[in-house]
């Protein structure tokens, strides 16, 4: 079995990572490659977001791409590779992106896609598993696995909660490029702004995030809607009230409540 050993961020070949002001970057950085997902991609996606969660200085995490393709999906000549693999070696490359998929989506921490191009097949998967995600109006979107006799299967796990079966069955079994507009309209990305605005959109959005709420709010909120999916009613409501009485006695819930009440601005 094949062991995804993770690097230092010293020694980053395919990303690019910088953190400043509360915010953390992580940049696909294979231009040449259509930041096209590898085994050695997924691991430095995941050594990145490790750290970036692990660094009390970062609130939020912008994921954006250099060149003109936010990410084309898997690497294609490396998964002609993999077909002489056996089946626990394929097993351990797909659990390898399962595990990336699922860590940005249980991360402690706000995750702010920037699509500055076109992101297909898993590249669309890692675009719309953000928390948000902003993207300009060329940018295409699509699951096109089925065009290569392949499987949207990790991502179709997480649309099945985001948008339901009905839809989530019209774009997996065509396997269609959809509009920015569409993508939006279907509930996949959050925001469509225009090229020459977007980076500045986002920062701000993610600073505004950083200024205005609490880190431990945050936090809770997003493992909360996690969780509740997989709970029926009378559970979720319990496990939902449970939450809402440990915040009552976190420090954070008693310091916002006292800038309010004592009429002070307050910077998280």
């Known amino acids: 079995m094949t062991d995804y050993h993770t690097p230092e961020l010293d020694t980053l070949r395919f990303l690019q990572y910088e953190a400043q002001d509360r915010l953390a970057y992580i940049t696909l950085n294979r231009p040449a490659k259509r930041n096209a997902l590898s085994a050695n991609v997924v691991t430095e996606l995941k050594q990145a977001f490790e750290q970036a969660e692990a660094d009390d200085n970062v609130k939020v995490i912008i994921l954006r791409a250099t060149g003109d393709v936010f990410c084309a999906g898997a690497d294609l000549k490396y998964l002609q590779e993999l077909q002489d693999n056996t089946y626990q070696e394929n097993l351990a490359d797909s659990t390898h992106l399962m595990q990336l998929f699922y860590q940005i989506y249980t991360l402690k921490k706000i995750v702010i896609g920037q699509v500055q191009g076109h992101a297909l097949a898993g590249g669309c998967g890692l675009a719309t598993l953000c928390d948000f995600t902003f993207a300009v109006p060329e940018a295409k979107f699509g699951y096109t696995e089925v065009k290569i006799?392949?499987?949207?299967?990790?991502?179709?796990?997480?649309?099945?909660?985001?948008?339901?079966?009905?839809?989530?069955?019209?774009?997996?079994?065509?396997?269609?490029?959809?509009?920015?507009?569409?993508a939006l309209d279907y509930g996949l990305i959050t925001f469509v702004v225009e090229r020459d605005q977007l980076a500045d959109t986002v920062r701000e959005y993610a600073l505004r995030l950083a200024r205005e709420n609490s880190a431990h709010s945050m936090e809770i909120?997003?493992?909360?809607?996690?969780?509740?999916?997989?709970?029926?009613?009378?559970?979720?409501?319990?496990?939902?009230?449970?939450?809402n009485a440990d915040a009552r006695a976190s420090e954070d819930c008693r310091r916002g409540i006292a800038a309010f009440l004592n009429k002070e601005k307050i910077d998280w």
């Not at 909120?221 to 509740?228: F, G, H, I, N, W």
């Open 221 to 243: 909120t997003k493992e909360m809607l996690a969780r509740l999916p997989e709970l029926d009613l009378e559970d979720g409501l319990r496990y939902a009230a449970e939450r």
């Open 149 to 182: 006799g392949f499987l949207p299967a990790v991502v179709s796990v997480f649309l099945l909660r985001r948008i339901g079966e009905a839809r989530t069955k019209q774009l997996l079994l065509s396997g269609d490029i959809f509009s920015a507009q569409q």
